[in-house]
């Protein structure tokens, strides 16, 4: 994958950096409070599922006198043009006296998507509400709601999907997986392999995180509906789906896979205090399933969960299955550098 230039863009004081944080650095969220104000814009290279310095983050300053600057022809030019994608941050409760969005906020992102329209048209636009741990829980859907309402109403003959998130909930791993979903060349061929190895170990579910980040890259296929709760996508071109429940059936949770990304960086996080070596995998057999957790490739995880209704599916035989097909994966990644 040649480098991917992500903007990270929004009003000061919003949290674009503390995201930036809890994602790359994996800093805990009470930390990131430690955090210096942005001074016009920083560029941070990560080395991100298939090799060095694949992912360019430009973490953009939110003060106006520095949206005048990016706005300005010698500023788009800059900033603008070679965008993989654009991911604009707003703050929940920044509401006005009727509790709608402020004017001034949606004019400076209207703003923004003419300048990548011009320089960079093809690039996918991700709005995220964020601080929506600030909102009472019963609030959160309809505060959620009034944003998508104004970004539609100004914002109308553009494309971008919107996330509610909060650095402290799963949330965030949801809007910033599907991120990294769209910047992954090859995820069709990743999740054809995935499925295959699913079978071949008789699994129930399979997915593929980031090593670093552990971002949920991709997932076997199922049939399930997607949790469509504090999450909106609007395209002119395609009518508006209908409400989808955030059921998943038999499988569990909708929010699992973010839930596992969470909790699996607070666990290695937590573990570095205990540990010197590395976390590298987990095993668990449990009544009613097996799970394996381990490294695909140098820059991957692989998570499979299987039923224990086969006395066949032990971890010893998934682990097999991943030794067996590892350098398949490796030659892809590989290819999509």
């Known amino acids: 994958m040649r480098e991917k ?25 009470d930390l990131t409070r430690r955090l210096t104000t942005t001074n ?60 709608r969005p402020l004017a001034d906020s949606l004019q400076y992102f209207c703003r923004c998507l003419e300048a990548l329209q011009k320089h ?8 995220l509400i964020q601080k929506m741990d600030l909102v009472d829980n019963d609030r959160r859907q ?14 109308e003959d553009a494309t971008w999907s919107a996330y509610g998130t909060s650095i402290y909930e799963d949330t965030l791993y949801r809007a910033w997986s599907a991120v990294i979903q769209v910047l992954v060349p090859n995820i069709a061929a990743l999740t054809q392999n995935l499925n295959t190895l699913a079978k071949a170990c008789g699994a129930v579910e399979a997915a593929i995180f980031e090593k670093n980040t552990f971002l949920l890259v991709a997932r076997s296929s199922t049939e399930e509906q ?34 596992i990304s969470k909790l699996i960086k607070a666990f ?3 573990a570095k205090e205990y540990a010197r070596e590395p ?29 224990n209704d086969e006395p066949r599916i032990t971890p010893e035989a998934i682990n097999l299955n991943i030794v067996h097909i590892r350098n398949r994966f490796e030659d892809l990644q590989a290819a999509a550098k």
């Open 40 to 99: 016009y814009y920083e560029t941070e290279k990560y080395r991100f599922f298939d090799g060095a310095n694949a992912l360019s983050v430009v973490d953009c300053g939110g003060q106006i006198d520095f949206f005048e600057s990016y706005l300005s022809d010698d500023g788009q030019q800059m900033l603008f043009a070679h965008v993989s994608a654009l991911i604009y941050v707003f703050e929940a409760k920044k509401l006005d006296s009727t509790g």
């Open 120 to 127: 960079s048209p093809n690039a996918p636009v991700f709005v």
């Open 226 to 259: 997607a949790n469509e709760s504090l999450v909106a996508v609007h395209d002119p071109s395609v009518p508006a789906p209908a409400p989808a429940s955030a059921s998943t059936g038999s499988l569990g949770q909708a929010n699992r896979f973010e839930m």
């Open 279 to 307: 976390f590298r995998s987990l095993q668990m057999q449990m009544e009613g399933f097996t799970l394996v957790l381990t490294e695909l490739t140098t820059t991957s995880y692989i998570l499979i969960i299987g039923t």
């Open 268 to 270: 290695k996080h937590d």
């Open 5 to 29: 230039k992500v903007l990270l863009m929004g009003e000061a004081a919003i949290g674009k950096s503390s995201m930036r944080a809890v994602i790359f650095k994996n800093t805990m969220p």
């Open 142 to 155: 309809s505060t959620f709601d009034s944003w998508v309402t104004a970004l539609r109403e100004v914002a």
